[in-house]
């Protein structure tokens, strides 16, 4: 699997606080067959702590150093999740898309906004927009998540809304979103190990109600193409 949003780089956000937590679950993952990770660091107004893109870097390389002495065949990809602001693409040139392609994920859920015209913007300045766990949105419903598939945004569901004993709103919403062909990535936005896990119950879960083949595709084939990997990973489930 590929997981294509994550805090699991240590120290910059509210996800894992130290490098011995981030390589604790970059073990894991690669035990529950996840074989590449996109760590997307909040980049936020709203959150209460701005991280410099140096520190993010140099805690980057860090990581990937950690993970080569270990011998873990995992790959480590650099991204971010902005939240929707005001100037968001003067931010997204600072160098804030996914691994330096035209993809980037943003988070609507912080304040209401109108999606529609930033997706047309954003499209406009050449970038490809991902819709991060669009489910948690509070003020849109699911037609008008459906609207905004169709005006071309990509919709990234977290695991953990998509697990056979979850039914609040979120997780209703996620798998409509599923049953209609709606999703393009489902990923495990991981603050901490306990989410992280829920990309295998997850991928059961998919693979279950929707077929393997779905599944592959959501987990794997769809992320590796947005980071730009030739052969998508395999799944080892
Ligand atoms: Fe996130």
């Given at each position: 699997m590929v997981d294509l949003h994550t805090h699991i780089l240590h120290g910059v956000d509210d996800g894992a606080s130290t490098v011995d937590e981030a390589v604790n679950m970059l073990i894991k993952a690669h035990e529950i067959g996840i074989n590449a990770i996109v760590l997307t660091p909040h980049v936020s107004l709203f959150r209460g702590f701005k991280t410099s893109k140096e520190l993010t870097e140099t805690h980057f390389n860090m990581l990937k150093d950690k993970i080569k002495q270990l011998g873990l065949s995992l790959h480590l990809f650099l991204g971010a999740e902005i939240d929707e602001h005001d100037h968001l693409v003067k931010t997204i040139k600072q160098g804030y898309t996914l691994e330096g392609s035209t993809y980037v994920l943003i988070d609507f859920s912080m304040r209401r906004a109108d999606v529609s015209e930033i997706l047309y913007d954003l499209r406009h300045s050449g970038y490809k927009v991902i819709v991060a766990?669009?489910?948690?949105?509070?003020?849109?419903n699911f037609h008008d998540l459906k609207q905004l598939k169709a005006e071309g945004a990509l919709m990234q569901v977290s695991?953990?809304?998509?697990?056979?004993?979850k039914f609040d709103r979120a997780s209703r919403i996620a798998k409509r979103l599923l049953r209609q062909g709606l999703i393009d990535v489902v990923a495990s936005d991981a603050h901490h190990m306990e989410t992280l896990l829920t990309m295998k119950k997850s991928f059961a879960y998919v693979s279950k109600t929707m077929g393997n083949e779905t599944a592959q595709t959501l987990f794997v084939d769809n992320p590796s193409k947005i980071i730009g990997i030739q052969e998508p990973a395999n799944e080892r489930n």
């Open positions: 766990h669009p489910e948690r949105i509070s003020y849109l695991s953990s809304h998509l697990l056979p004993w």
